[in-house]
């Protein structure tokens, strides 16, 4: 599936009502979390060197590997949007994009380790 689509359904269907951030902001947080992960693991539509954008197809594999880290993603971006805002009086609900960027650090430590495959030789 597309990373498009899958942002897509992500933002319609999985929190219409409470993601407070529009496509393309969404977007941007799942292809810095793609293009990350495909730092670590091999993402198969991009062995040409592609850059990774919304065209970009991804296995359902992949996807587990990116979306814990695109939902952190989303949740810092979400954050920092709330904090900037309290000057408005918008009261800020959720967690504060500094414990969201701790939960993010240790994300990115463990990503080496959860991508790493070896393949299988049987002599």
Request: proline fraction near 4%; avoid cysteine.
């Amino acid at each position: 599936m597309r990373l498009g689509d899958l942002v897509g359904r992500f933002v319609s269907d999985e929190r219409p009502d409470t993601l407070l951030l529009d496509f393309g902001t969404a977007m941007a947080q799942a292809m810095a979390a793609a293009w990350l992960v495909a730092g670590y693991a091999h993402i198969a539509s991009l062995n040409n060197g592609l850059p990774v954008d919304a065209a970009t197809e991804l296995t359902a594999s992949e996807w587990a590997l990116i979306r814990p880290l695109f939902l952190l993603y989303v949740e810092r971006e979400t954050a920092l949007q709330l904090e900037a805002s309290r000057t408005l009086g918008v009261e800020l609900f959720g967690r504060p994009s500094a414990a969201v960027a701790a939960d993010i650090a240790a994300a990115e430590a463990n990503l080496g380790h959860q991508a790493f495959a070896n393949p299988i030789i049987n002599l």
